[in-house]
């Protein structure tokens, strides 16, 4: 049967109010929605790691003050600074494996500090030093601050993987090309117990 013309137009708006009802229903507005809750717990990771990157620079240049302090062990922390810095992530490329690449960068700047921090204690003149003591503070609080994040972001990461892989929105997010985000991962160096030797 053919369509008469003066009904065609009110046709086409039925069939795009449907199309856009049965949208709502399958859940793209929903994988949106967690989608930018993905984005904007990433620009809260991304932030915690900046400010630890900001605060290395004064760091390092309060503890080049102190005698004879190892040069090896400034240059390693600089040298894991760039390296971390280098390795950037936008939040529409959330893959989990470039979510572990930029892991591994960050995790190498967290051993170097670790590193500078041991070495630190062989230095009483630095250990009273108000100014490394404020730095030290503000880097240990910083790194809490990353856990929380990132403990969030893997929340949200979580609830958008796992809405996007049940039906019948599996099928939207198939369709619009929504794909898993990747985790933050614990460091494979935690999984295993220490040596203690006495």
Do not use: H
Request: proline share 4%; net charge positive.
């Amino acid at each position: 049967m053919k369509i008469p013309n003066f009904f065609k137009p009110l046709f086409s708006g039925i069939l795009v109010l449907g199309v856009a009802m049965s949208m709502t229903s399958c859940g793209y507005n929903d994988i949106v929605t967690k989608q930018e809750a993905v984005s904007g717990a990433w620009s809260q990771v991304q932030n915690v790691y900046q400010r630890r990157s900001d605060l290395i620079p004064n760091l390092v240049a309060t503890v080049k003050g102190a005698a004879d302090f190892e040069k090896g062990t400034l240059e390693a922390v600089m040298k894991a600074r760039a390296s971390a810095t280098q390795v950037t992530l936008k939040a529409d490329d959330l893959t989990p494996e470039k979510v572990a690449q930029y892991q591994q960068a960050q995790q190498g700047l967290s051993s170097a500090l670790a590193r500078l921090m041991v070495v630190s204690e062989n230095y009483p003149n630095l250990k009273a030093n108000q100014n490394f003591l404020d730095l030290q503070a503000q880097l240990e609080g910083t790194e809490n601050r990353i856990t929380v994040e990132r403990m969030k972001f893997n929340e949200a990461v979580q609830d958008y993987n796992t809405y996007i892989q049940k039906f019948p929105t599996n099928f939207t997010a198939k369709w619009f090309d929504f794909t898993k985000k990747g985790y933050f991962e614990a460091d494979p160096a935690a999984q295993k117990a220490p040596a203690v030797q006495f």
